[in-house]
C-alpha cells in the first residue's frame, strides 16, 4: 500500500512537472514569435522613415513625376496605417512596388543618381530590406516552431488546456507584390 502511494504520488509529480515544463515551453515560444514581429515592424518602420526622405529629395528633382512619388507617399501611409501579418505583407508588397516606379523614373536624372543625399539614402534603403527579409524570415521561423508545438502530440493536449489554440499568421507578401513593377514613358 506504501508503495503503491509512493508511485502515485511520482506519477502526479512528473504530470505537474511535465505540465509546468510544457507551459513554460509554449509561453517562451509564444513571446519569440511577438518578439520576431516587433522586430519587423521596427524595420517596416525603418524603412518608412527612409523613404520619406527619399521621396523629399526625388522631389526637388522630379517634380514633373508627381504621380510616382504620391503613390510612394500614398503606399507608405498605408503601410504606416496597416496592423497584423496579412495587412502588412499586402500593405508592404503595394509600398515595394511604388517604390520600384518612383526608382526607374529617378533612371531619367543623372544629377539625381549622383546626389550624395540620394546615394546615402538608397544604401540605406538596400540596407534596411535586407534587414526587412531577415527579420520576415526569423518571425516566420519562430511562427512555423510555435505552430508545430501547438499542433503536435503530447503538446496538443497541454497546449488546448492552457490556452494556447491559436495558430500564429504567417507573414506573407501579396502575390501582386511579386510582379516586376512596369515603368513606362
Avoid at 40 to 66: C, F, P, W
Avoid at 80 to 87: K, L, N
Avoid at 103 to 110: D, G
Avoid at 138 to 157: A, E, G, H, L, W
Amino acid at each position: 500500500m506504501k508503495q503503491g502511494i509512493i508511485i502515485l504520488a511520482i506519477l502526479c509529480f512528473a504530470v505537474i512537472a511535465g505540465s509546468v515544463s510544457m507551459y513554460n515551453s509554449l509561453v517562451s515560444l509564444n513571446e519569440n514569435v511577438s518578439g520576431k514581429w516587433s522586430q519587423i515592424d521596427n524595420q517596416l518602420q525603418r524603412r518608412n522613415d527612409l523613404i520619406q526622405n527619399l521621396v523629399n529629395t526625388v522631389k526637388g528633382y522630379a517634380s514633373h513625376e508627381q504621380k510616382a512619388i504620391d503613390a510612394v507617399v500614398e503606399a507608405r501611409t498605408k503601410l504606416a496605417g496597416a496592423s497584423g501579418p496579412q495587412a502588412k505583407g499586402e500593405a508592404s508588397g503595394e509600398l515595394g512596388g511604388a517604390l520600384g516606379r518612383l526608382l526607374a523614373i529617378t533612371e531619367n536624372y543623372p544629377d539625381l543618381k549622383a546626389d550624395k543625399t540620394f546615394i546615402g539614402l538608397m544604401d540605406e534603403l538596400s540596407g534596411t530590406e535586407n534587414r526587412i527579409a531577415v527579420a520576415r524570415k526569423d518571425y516566420n521561423d519562430s511562427v512555423q516552431m510555435f505552430n508545430t508545438k501547438i499542433r503536435t502530440f503530447p503538446s496538443s493536449i497541454f497546449a488546448g488546456m492552457l490556452g494556447f489554440t491559436a495558430a500564429k499568421e504567417y507573414f506573407k507578401v501579396d502575390e501582386s507584390a511579386k510582379a516586376v513593377p512596369q515603368v513606362s514613358f
